[in-house]
């Protein structure tokens, strides 16, 4: 089974500025929407209770808004005029109504909204927000759609763009096999089954045979009416089945169901593997991971070199400035770091405390002595300014190169003690 060299990410990502549009007439649905979307999403909320609101507050946006929730009937706009505005303004948008019938629905599905919600039970509210939340994270799960009928496929496309997913189209099985090798950030396979190189279980089982599930799910497609095409697929290795034509509902509740799934697993993964702090890898994940990015590099008869990184005086910049700035200045320190190693391939890990762990693959002594080196002077001259104060942090390093045979561990040792000779040095040093 293949282990796709991509990296789990973190969920976590910078501070979204974008806003939720409520457009809404019913103060006590909207005080409730308000408070619980920004509770649970963490974005704010802009609150329209007529059509005029809401034009004034389209004009005004200045941060863009992420979705809109609109109520179709609003008392200057009784016939659903506020979803043409949200739509047209390219807003992903989920409807909130108390009416609906099969006109409704149809006009509705017409201006493909993200989704809608009936106002009919006690848990109206938790379903709509349940709803934003998924507007708001679908764009995390990448979905490779393979369909050889070009039409069909990019129907498929966009119903699922629509839907606030991340697409990617190829149109054969080989070509959706080759895909998964070079975008590692695909979770989601949704494959017809007719196709002329490969049919659907063939693709799923060789997937499945790649892939291990927790990474990659598959969900079969057919127009055809022979119910054991949808066996044929689960029993290949596929998690789920639709049946063409679709009906949108149905389309979007499996297909987010599964994300949901996948979201799931790779929440777990990170509280297995990241360290909760400053969401850097955990000393788990650096000897689970590690060693088989050192192996790679000697099949490749290419170095590996370790080091460790270690701030100094950390215990006196926590004396000084309290815990509370400590914990900050960890945070920013191991941004820092991840941001400087972009574009190397590495493994960057928080061991404990203030100890970082690098490994560097493929890299020799002296690329990753410069490449090191520049980080150090590049936080030495920040300063590291944590709540406008400047700690003046530095950092001390530890680097090893690794010989044919050494263990991580050993490496590991050895850069430990090339680190305690830079701290014996006087600190804010390189040693190797
Ligand atoms: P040196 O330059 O020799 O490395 O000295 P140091 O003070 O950095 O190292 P020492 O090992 O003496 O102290 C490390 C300190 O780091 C002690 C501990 O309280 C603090 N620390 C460990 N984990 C955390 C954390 O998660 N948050 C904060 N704020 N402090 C932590
Ligand atoms: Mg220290």
Redesign the pocket.
């Known amino acids: 089974m293949t282990q796709r060299s991509a990296e789990y990410q973190p969920l976590f990502r910078p501070q979204d500025k974008r806003r939720v549009l409520v457009v809404e007439d019913s103060k006590t649905f909207s005080i409730a929407l308000r408070q619980m979307i920004e509770a649970e999403t963490g974005l704010k909320v802009t609150s329209c209770g007529c059509l005029k609101d809401l034009s004034t507050a389209i004009l005004r946006d200045q941060e863009g808004y992420a979705i809109a929730v609109v109520d179709l009937n609003l008392p200057d706009a009784p016939n659903g005029e506020a979803l043409d505005w949200t739509v047209s303004h390219g807003i992903p948008t989920i409807v909130f109504t108390g009416t609906f019938d099969a006109a409704t629905r149809t006009r509705i599905m017409e201006r493909e909204v993200f989704d809608y919600v009936l106002k009919d039970s006690e848990f109206a509210l938790g379903n709509l927000v349940g709803s934003v939340k998924r507007a708001l994270t679908n764009k995390e799960t990448r979905i490779l759609v393979v369909d050889d009928m070009t039409t069909t496929r990019r129907l498929l496309g966009q119903m699922l763009t629509s839907q606030q997913y991340s697409v990617v189209e190829v149109g054969s099985g080989a070509d959706a096999l080759m895909m998964l090798e070079q975008d590692q950030e695909i979770r989601l396979v949704v494959s017809d089954y007719n196709m002329p190189d490969m049919d659907g279980y063939e693709l799923a089982r060789r997937i499945r045979r790649r892939y291990p599930a927790e990474q990659v799910r598959v969900i079969g497609i057919s127009s055809s009416t022979d119910r054991t095409t949808s066996a044929g697929f689960l029993k290949a290795g596929a998690h789920d089945f639709i049946s063409r034509p679709f009906v949108l509902e149905e389309l979007q509740c499996r297909i987010a169901s599964n994300a949901e799934t996948l979201l799931r697993m790779r929440l777990l993964n990170d509280l297995a593997w990241r360290d909760y702090?400053t969401g850097l890898f955990n000393r788990r994940y650096f000897f689970e991971r590690g060693p088989k990015m050192v192996a790679e590099a000697r099949r490749a008869s290419q170095p590996t070199c370790v080091a460790i990184l270690?701030?100094?005086?950390?215990?006196?910049l926590?004396d000084e400035h309290g815990?509370?700035v400590?914990?900050d200045?960890?945070r920013i320190f191991a941004d820092h770091l991840g941001t400087s190693f972009e574009g190397h391939p590495h493994l960057l890990a928080r061991l404990?405390?203030?100890e970082f762990a690098l490994l560097l693959p493929g890299m020799s002594e002296s690329a990753a002595a410069m490449l090191i080196e520049e980080v150090r002077i590049g936080i030495a001259g920040l300063g590291m300014p944590v709540r406008h104060v400047n700690l003046g942090l530095t950092v001390?390093i530890g680097l090893a190169v690794m010989s044919a045979t050494d263990s991580l561990d050993l490496a590991l040792r050895k850069a430990d003690r090339a680190l305690y000779a830079a701290?014996q040095a006087g600190?804010n040093r390189l040693n190797a």
Not at 310 to 316: A, C, E, R, V
Request: net charge negative; aromatic share 4%.
């Open positions: 702090l270690d701030i100094d005086h950390f215990k006196l926590n815990h509370d400590g914990d200045a960890l404990g405390g203030e001390s701290k600190r």
